[in-house]
Structure formats: structure tokens, C-alpha cells
Nanobody, 128 residues
Framework: QVQLVESGGGLVQPGGSLRLSCTAPGFTLAYYAIGWFRQAPGKEREGVSCISSNNDDATNYADSVKGRFAISRDNAKNAVYLQMNSLKPEDTAVYYC????????????????????WGQGTQVTVSS
């Protein structure tokens, strides 16, 4: 059972930045496509960004975060990151990472149902 651990959330002012991390102690994240999702109160969980497992370098972003967020992978640290810049109040949500075994996102993002493992989430609050 893969256990995903998110970290890096917090309170930030509009225009600020945060970097979220997704790790999986004891498992090799390189074999998994990783997706970042978020869920705001009263709203459905939505995809933010995703990256293929190490068979290719494909990434995808929701339109609402393109140009502001960047997903990356560091295999040496067994981690996937979501760098979030120019944060807006509407980015406030609980952010989750999810893992899918040996999947590519070169043809588009995976649906949340295609992910086998989920973390517990980390709160991101953008407010002045």
C-alpha cells in the first residue's frame, strides 16, 4: 500500500508563493504518474496538474493555473513538487497528491478515478 504524504501548505498573501511536496516513504514515485488535485469547501475535487511516470516528461495543467503553477519531479529525493506562484484567493483549498502506476499524461490529464493512491491533503489558504 503506497502512502502519499503532502507537505508545504500554509497561509500566504495574494501574489505569494508556496511549494507543495508529495513523497512516498518506502515506494519509488518514479514509477507513478502523480496528480495534484484540490478541493475547496462546498466544491468538487478538481485536477490542478499532473506528470507522467518516468516513461516520458509530459505534464498537464488546469487552465486556471497555467503560467502560475509548475509541477516537477526529483527522483533522487523521491518527491514530486507543485510550485505555486502568483497565488490568488480562489486557489484556497485542500491540495491532494495522487499516484497512478505507470501512466502517461501525454494525451491529457488522468481522471481522479484513474489514480490508485491518495494522500491526506494539505491546506493552502490565500488571504490578506
Amino acid at each position: 500500500q503506497v502512502q502519499l504524504v503532502e507537505s508545504g501548505g500554509g497561509l500566504v498573501q495574494p501574489g505569494g508563493s508556496l511549494r507543495l511536496s508529495c513523497t512516498a516513504p518506502g515506494f519509488t514515485l518514479a514509477y507513478y504518474a502523480i496528480g495534484w488535485f484540490r478541493q475547496a469547501p462546498g466544491k468538487e475535487r478538481e485536477g490542478v496538474s499532473c506528470i507522467s511516470s518516468n516513461n516520458d516528461d509530459a505534464t498537464n495543467y488546469a487552465d486556471s493555473v497555467k503560467g502560475r503553477f509548475a509541477i516537477s519531479r526529483d527522483n533522487a529525493k523521491n518527491a514530486v513538487y507543485l510550485q505555486m506562484n502568483s497565488l490568488k484567493p480562489e486557489d484556497t483549498a485542500v491540495y491532494y497528491c495522487a499516484a497512478a502506476w505507470m501512466k502517461t499524461v501525454v494525451n491529457g490529464p488522468l481522471t481522479l478515478y484513474e489514480y490508485e493512491y491518495w494522500g491526506q491533503g494539505t491546506q493552502v489558504t490565500v488571504s490578506s
